[in-house]
């Protein structure tokens, strides 16, 4: 890709170039035209990923990108084969890429690696907070009006192509399994981050976002940082069409009623389709799963009665149509989404962020 005394482009150029032979990103089935044969050739996709995490000078500045994370070509059967080899593997920064490689270099897809490690190496944060429904009714007539609530926790989180399952009696993590082609992004203090998260009224909701803010996936034309502060830059757009420069993006965001929460957990299974469901655990608790608005991604939710057990169950049996109340804590445990989901929002979105 470089001629001999050729300077390294910066990561904002090289993006550039990424958007431009990223067609196929979502698209299920590829049809011949829109297949450049750019984007398809793997060479062009092992020189991006060495210039933009390997050699680039941001690459050697920025400290979070200690970890690079190779996927595996894929096969015919899949990406895990019989033998349960994983569908990435991992190694630590160096100087030469094909050496950092080695052996496995003719396994690699160069092209779903760059995406993996764009994905990797940005920022997010999670924002968990208590809606009432009437503000949510407000924000889906004003779609740019900000939306207030009663109670939100901001946390920041972590791309990752593995799932982390918890057990809910222990709270601790009990199993790390590949979730590539998602990515995950796991809160592993769930109980006590989100202990205060208690929905306390009918009218209530729960809601959740994920968003995008720094790193790999924001590279500035002019800053040498390499990353943009939603502090101190104004918005813009660059020269190239990328999309607005407002080192805020929201990847996810979905809510759910008391009245829905409370269903689910009541009937240990949704009335309401693809939108919830749960599994019951042996505790207290049992996981709830939300579906983001269109099918898009998951949430997994621990979900329990604040009241005491023996409450509980006398309120059930007594329930009437005017059923008692039951404050129902809400601990985010962790969101998925496909990895092709993210990278395309990451290149192409240019909606406004969500403002909570």
């Not at 990103?25 to 297949?35: F, I, N, R, S, Y």
């Not at 939603?230 to 929201?250: A, E, F, H, Q, Y």
């Not at 008692?324 to 445990?333: D, H």
Request: glycine share 6%; with cysteine; net charge negative.
């Amino acid at each position: 890709m470089l001629g001999v005394g050729e300077e390294t482009p910066s990561r904002f150029d090289l993006l550039s170039m990424v958007k431009k032979h990223s067609n196929l990103l979502g698209k299920t089935v590829v049809e011949e035209e829109d297949a450049s044969d750019v984007e398809m050739d793997g060479q062009f996709w092992h020189d991006v990923f060495d210039l933009y995490f390997v050699r680039g000078k941001e690459s050697k500045r920025r400290q979070d990108d200690d970890l690079l994370f190779f996927v595996r070509k894929w096969r015919e059967h899949g990406f895990n084969d019989k033998n349960g080899v994983a569908p990435y593997f991992v190694r630590r920064w160096a100087l030469e890429l094909d050496k950092l490689v080695g052996e496995s270099f003719s396994e690699v897809d160069w092209r779903r690696s760059f995406y993996l490690n764009m994905i990797a190496h940005t920022s997010y944060s999670v924002t968990v907070a208590i809606c009432s429904q009437q503000v949510l009714r407000n924000r889906q007539v004003g779609q740019d009006t900000p939306l207030s609530s009663i109670y939100k926790i901001v946390k920041t989180v972590y791309a990752s192509p593995s799932r982390v399952n918890f057990h809910l009696d222990s709270k601790k993590e009990v199993e790390t399994t590949p979730a590539y082609p998602d990515i995950c992004f796991a809160i592993d203090d769930f109980d006590s981050t989100f202990d205060a998260v208690v929905l306390t009224d009918t009218d209530l909701c729960f809601c959740v976002l994920l968003n995008a803010l720094d790193g790999a996936g924001f590279p500035s034309e002019t800053d040498t940082n390499d990353s943009c502060s939603s502090n101190k830059l104004p918005l813009g757009v660059d020269t190239n069409s990328m999309r607005i420069k407002n080192c805020k993006l929201t990847l996810f965001s979905g809510f759910v009623s008391y009245q829905m929460v409370r269903d689910a957990y009541d009937d240990g299974h949704s009335r309401f389709g693809s939108l919830l469901s749960v599994g019951h655990s042996s505790g207290k608790t049992d996981r709830l799963y939300m579906k983001g608005p269109g099918g898009r991604g998951e949430v997994e939710v621990a979900v329990s009665g604040v009241t005491a057990k023996h409450a509980y169950a006398a309120a059930a049996a007594t329930s009437t149509s005017d059923e008692e109340m039951i404050p129902l804590k809400c601990c985010l445990m962790s969101i998925t989404l496909p990895w092709e989901h993210i990278a395309h929002d990451l290149l192409f979105k240019r909606s406004p962020p969500v403002n909570l």
